[in-house]
């Protein structure tokens, strides 16, 4: 499942989708993903997406692009999860 989200962490992945790709109950993967990896599936594909953002902005992409890039709605969206995970906005993060 692991290989699965970071080959497809721009894409929607819906929790009944990756739970019926592993054949098991939604609250199955949950607890199973958790207890291998320490997070939730939705908080692990957040963390990728943000990993993959990181690289992004390092390399000069605008915050738009990178959005839609990573597999978030929109500008916003980015940066809200950016901000939950690393503490700082993508503007700040580029500028430290």
Not at 3 to 14: C, K, P, R, T
Not at 15 to 25: E, I, K, N, Q
Not at 41 to 65: F, K, M, N, S
């Amino acid at each position: 499942m692991r290989d699965f989200i970071h080959a497809h962490f721009d894409e929607v992945l819906q929790l009944a989708a990756l739970a019926a790709l592993a054949g098991c109950s939604k609250a199955t993967l949950i607890d199973g993903f958790k207890a291998h990896f320490g997070l939730p599936p939705t908080r692990y594909l957040i963390q990728v997406r943000i990993d993959e953002a990181r690289r992004l902005l390092r390399r000069g992409q605008h915050v738009a692009e990178v959005a839609v890039a990573v597999g978030f709605a929109d500008q916003s969206h980015l940066t809200r999860h950016f901000k939950a995970v690393l503490g700082v906005t993508p503007a700040r993060y580029l500028s430290v």
